[in-house]
């Protein structure tokens, strides 16, 4: 986890140096065991919210302006949204890799909070109509996709304001190379404080994919993902495994 956390925030500082902490190690305790660390400068991090067109300008310039190593989609390791893992190993393809990332992330909520007969319909619809419908156009009929640096992870309480710059920050990530909408799919969880005048603003950099019309259709594909290992995460909230369901049935609705 540790190690997963300095890779991703090295990734985003060699690009963008003033957008976050300075990785500076990681490793594990000698002595005690069990006990790991991830080391980087100190920054006083107001936590406001970030002004929506400077914060949009950095997220533009570290998507546009990351190179994948490989060219294709992943990262060079496993990266962790909290405790869990998430799938990164490298694909040719987007729709190939946002599959098996969020099969892995379904295997993770099934295995913390038990099987849901339900799953036994909207899973198969899920993985059978509705990704290829709305990621494939994505990369067919002539279009294709920049494997671009997302920081993974990107809601309200992982940014804030530099206390001596005033720019904005972001930490805690888990990165990989990806299609740069999907970073916001952690904006559409009602938790989350990146409303649409972020989106506005980001946009204004960065035009929305082709094809336009199933931007919102994506987006809440990938809003499915993170609620997903969310409920992974917290097993204990009730209402989490609900949303996972409710995610389903929408997107199965309109695109399947």
């Known amino acids: ?115 849901d007969p339900e799953f036994d319909i909207l899973i198969p619809i899920i993985f059978d109509k509705v990704i290829p419908r709305l990621l494939r156009p994505l990369e067919s009929d002539g279009r294709s996709l920049k494997p671009s640096l997302v920081h993974g992870d990107l809601w309200y309480a992982n940014s804030g304001i530099d206390g001596i710059t005033g720019k904005p920050l972001i930490f805690d990530a888990c990165c990989f190379y990806a299609h740069n909408e999907y970073e916001f799919g952690q904006w559409r969880p009602i938790c989350n404080k ?16 082709d094809p336009e019309e199933d931007y919102e259709g994506r987006l809440d594909l990938y809003k499915l993902r993170f609620n997903t290992h969310v409920s992974a995460l917290f097993p204990q909230n009730l209402t989490l495994r609900e949303q996972v369901l409710g995610d389903m049935r929408d997107l199965i609705q309109r695109y399947a």
């Not at 002004?51 to 989609?73: R, V, Y």
């Not at 729709?95 to 379904?106: H, K, M, Q, W, Y």
């Not at 990146?194 to 994919?209: I, R, W």
């Open 1 to 115: 986890m540790v190690e997963s956390e300095y890779e991703s925030m090295r990734a985003i500082y060699e690009i963008l140096p003033d957008f976050v902490p300075k990785p500076i190690s990681y490793g594990a305790y000698e002595t005690v065991p069990n006990t790991h660390f991830f080391l980087c400068e100190f920054r006083d991090i107001v936590s406001d919210m970030p002004d929506p067109h400077i914060l949009a300008e950095s997220l533009a310039k570290m998507h546009q302006q990351s190179k994948s190593p490989t060219g294709k989609f992943g990262f060079h390791m496993s990266t962790y949204s909290g405790n869990l893992p998430q799938g990164t190993e490298w694909s040719d393809s987007w729709e190939d890799l946002f599959t098996r990332n969020l099969r892995i992330a379904l295997d993770l909520e099934i295995k913390a909070r038990g099987y």
């Open 194 to 209: 990146f409303g649409e005048e972020y989106l506005q603003a980001y946009h204004h950099y960065v035009k929305k994919s």
